[in-house]
């Protein structure tokens, strides 16, 4: 069974970076999609980026467009969050999941395996 683990969350000051790393483990992300969602405190999932099987076609919520890149690196079964110009909306636990193979949509049904999630504070 395949297991996702987070890492690279922690507390940035408004404009500020950071780099969301999504490791598996027990089998290989190289023919899913890969999803980012947050979540933030009495607020519900909220899409952030996926990407699919290859690569090549990513997709972005409107909030993180500009900012935010997903990428994958299938050779090291891992995928990234690269986010840029951080705002303290953007403040949330975020989690990465895995989707079907050319999808790359934003919908949160359609994600099997998700993580533990890693936080993300933003300051103002």
């Known amino acids: 069974q395949v297991q996702l683990v987070e890492s690279g969350g922690g507390l940035v000051q408004a404009g500020g970076s950071l780099r969301l790393t999504c490791a598996a483990s027990g089998g290989t992300l190289s023919t899913y999609a890969m999803g980012w969602f947050r979540q933030a405190p009495g607020k519900e999932h909220e899409f952030v980026a996926t990407?699919?099987?290859?690569?090549?076609?990513?997709y972005y919520a409107d909030s993180v467009k500009g900012r935010f890149t997903i990428s994958n690196d299938n050779a090291k079964n891992t995928v990234y969050l690269q986010m840029n110009r951080l705002k303290p909306e953007d403040t949330a636990v975020y989690y990465c999941?895995?989707?079907?193979?050319?999808?790359?949509?934003?919908?949160?049904?359609?994600?099997?395996?998700w993580g533990q999630g890693t936080q993300v504070t933003v300051s103002s």
């Open positions: 990407i699919n099987w290859r690569g090549d076609t990513t």
């Open positions: 999941a895995r989707g079907p193979m050319y999808y790359s949509g934003s919908d949160y049904s359609r994600f099997d395996y």
